[in-house]
């Protein structure tokens, strides 16, 4: 994940995060493991998280500060959005289940994996042709994303479907094996009203197959980080340091360090970003001079300060001290990155300034409030 200038050619919304997003179910192991490959996407997969404004080879002139103004004030709000609903979401959700959850085995190796990916992206951009690659990636994401949208949305598709059409309730199951053996490889749980749920968010992943348009996009993406923060899962605090320490030499070498991330995120195309232009106020919704962030840099803090609110939740508070601060330390973090993007006209590796702060943050709050001990167990 990095910041970096580049302007994608009118008309194309390119960006990405990285390697694989998840297939959205509500069953639990065959959800987690997606939402599993969806994160080693999202990290793996380089992406240019911010891009600025700049002169590119296609003549198109720098946007007007008002424009780059609102394209990152509107792009920082949706990085919070996510994070905080998603957070809120993995409450309920470790309330009444138990999901998997990510060792620190699991932490440590994630990084190497995540780079295996990156670099294997990387190697098979330069030996196939990028369009016939990501035509396939599109396909893949466009069913993903309908399944993440569908997640999200059917509560409330649900609550306007009127009430001649009945409710019906379905278990759909496929296992592999018999008895104490047996694998659920599906095991979904739907009803009537959740296929009207599918079928609407249908058009709108039929909208983003045509036309690629960035409001279908970012509904995707905020599809995808809500869905990720709220069912991926930390063990513990030590755990997210590692997770995050890893990620943060990851990100450096590979923006810093060589062309493999770069290179990658000019060539994937998918919807793992929220995509803002900034020729909006001018051009409306036909703009397409884009300011954009990677989704690995929601998703990552993400999952960490979703734990920090159960932890609040655990400690039976009025208040939510760890997650509200870390909250702000994460919106801090944010602005740090585009600020140094901005003053040294360079790429930046965002996890550079947000894992500091998002570790920095509830670390030392605990040491003032004497919590630490509690935190780290």
Not at 252 to 273: H, L, N
Not at 282 to 308: E, H, K, R, W, Y
Not at 317 to 336: E, P, S
Request: proline share 5%; glycine share 6%.
């Amino acid at each position: 994940m990095c910041v970096d200038f580049y302007n994608p050619k009118p008309k194309s919304t390119r960006h990405f995060s990285v390697e694989s997003l998840y297939e959205i179910r509500e069953t639990n192991h065959f959800q987690i493991q997606n939402m599993a490959d969806l994160l080693n996407v999202v990290v793996a997969q380089a992406n240019e998280n911010l891009t600025g404004n700049a002169t590119n080879s296609t003549g198109k002139p720098p946007s007007t500060p008002e424009g780059m103004a609102v394209a990152y004030g509107s792009l920082v709000i949706m990085a919070i959005l996510p994070i905080f609903f998603g957070s809120y979401r993995s409450v309920n959700y470790h309330k009444e289940q138990k999901p998997e959850k990510m060792t620190k085995k699991d932490a440590a190796m994630f990084p190497i994996m995540a780079s295996g990916a990156l670099f294997l992206l990387y190697i098979v951009f330069k030996l196939f042709s990028k369009e016939y690659i990501n035509l396939l990636l599109t396909g893949y994401f466009f069913f993903l994303g309908v399944l993440a949208l569908t997640h999200l949305l059917s509560p409330v598709v649900s609550k306007l479907v009127p009430a001649a059409i009945p409710n019906i309730s379905y278990h759909a199951i496929f296992k592999q094996g018999e008895g104490d053996a047996a694998q659920y490889l599906i095991n979904y749980r739907f009803s009537s009203y959740d296929v009207v749920s599918l079928s609407a968010c249908s058009i709108v992943g039929a909208w983003y197959l045509l036309q690629k348009h960035w409001v279908a996009n970012n509904l995707f993406g905020l599809a995808f980080a809500i869905n990720a923060v709220e069912l991926l899962h930390l063990n513990n605090v030590v755990t997210g340091c590692i997770l995050l320490s890893g990620l943060f030499f990851y990100d450096i070498f590979w923006v810093f360090g060589t062309d493999v991330m770069v290179t990658v995120a000019k060539s994937f195309e998918a919807p793992i970003k929220l995509v803002f232009p900034q020729d909006l106020l001018s051009n409306g919704l036909s703009a397409n001079n884009f300011a954009m962030l990677g989704l690995g840099d929601i998703v990552i803090p993400g999952i960490f300060i979703a734990l920090l609110l159960r932890f609040d939740h655990s400690l039976k508070r009025k208040t939510k001290t760890y997650f509200h601060a870390t909250c702000l330390a994460y919106f801090v973090g944010l602005m740090a990155t585009i600020l140094v993007m901005h003053i040294f006209k360079h790429a930046q590796p965002a996890l550079l300034y947000l894992v500091p702060a998002c570790l920095g943050t509830p670390i030392s709050l605990a040491l003032v409030k004497g919590d630490l001990k509690t935190l780290f167990k």
